[in-house]
């Protein structure tokens, strides 16, 4: 499957925005899909996870309550809307997909990931 990750800029603090990641190849609805951040300097991090169905999503704490992963199978793409966001938020973004339906946060066990998306929160 091949991932294309949209919807980066700038955006100021408290604001919102929405990512948008576009599945093209193989059955989009096998894949629970996660997207991920990383900040300059710092590792790969985990941000948020959907199921296949779109009935289950985790969140890394840091994004609880403010971030929500969504997804709409018939158009494969997955979301993430964004908001009260934060400077600490400011990261390139990857969505990827994971075949496996072990839930997992860890970047290794994705199969599949897109080229990343940048956005900058100023403060």
């Known amino acids: 499957v091949q991932l294309q990750a949209s919807g980066g800029g700038l955006v100021q603090a408290g604001g919102s925005l929405r990512l948008s990641c576009a599945a093209s190849g193989r059955t989009f609805s096998v894949y629970a899909m996660g997207w991920f951040r990383q900040a300059p300097g710092k590792e790969r991090e985990f941000v948020a996870r959907?199921?296949?169905?779109?009935?289950?999503?985790y969140y890394a704490d840091s994004v609880k309550g403010r971030f929500n992963i969504s997804r709409d199978n018939a158009k494969n793409t997955v979301f993430l809307q964004m908001n009260s966001l934060k400077p600490e938020d400011t990261a390139v973004y990857y969505c990827?997909?994971?075949?496996?339906?072990?839930?997992?946060?860890?970047?290794?066990?994705?199969?599949?990931w897109g080229q990343g998306t940048q956005f900058t929160v100023s403060s």
């Open positions: 959907i199921s296949r169905t779109g009935g289950s999503t």
């Open positions: 990827a997909a994971d075949l496996s339906r072990v839930v997992s946060t860890m970047k290794s066990r994705y199969d599949y």
